[in-house]
């Protein structure tokens, strides 16, 4: 089983709006893989939030729906994780932070996994939670190419 932790900064937009699409792809595209999936955020200033309503409309609109409370991560499960795969560059210096600089090597970027990385913008201040969900969509599909070729190498 593969443990994916999605995380951006407060747990109530991007990472939820990951772990639902990827759930959501994993189901369709590979359900050969056994995936363990969650996400969190770097803060606890939303701890218990569900999804930010915006975020929830979006994924309706696109047929994901799931049920969400808000969580912040801890250092125990990006230790147990096998991939933290944070929205943008600020919660990768968090994650790093959080664990002292250690495990680096299971902590990217969730866009560096498409033809243009980058970091997912933060719908809370853009307010383009489409936008948003055009990024994330790009990254959780080619995270999960991207392991289904490590699959392959095996």
Known sequence: ??????????????????????????AERAPQLDFDVCSRGTSDEEEDNPIYPPAAAVLRAHGITGAHHARQLTKREVVNADYVLVMDSSNLFDVLRLTGGKFSEKVFKLCSFTSRPRDVADPWFTRDFEAAYRDIYEGCEGFLQFLAKQKNKK
């Open 1 to 26: 089983m593969t443990s994916v932790i999605f995380v951006c900064l407060g747990n109530i937009c991007r990472s939820p709006m990951a772990e639902l699409i990827f759930g959501k792809l994993a």
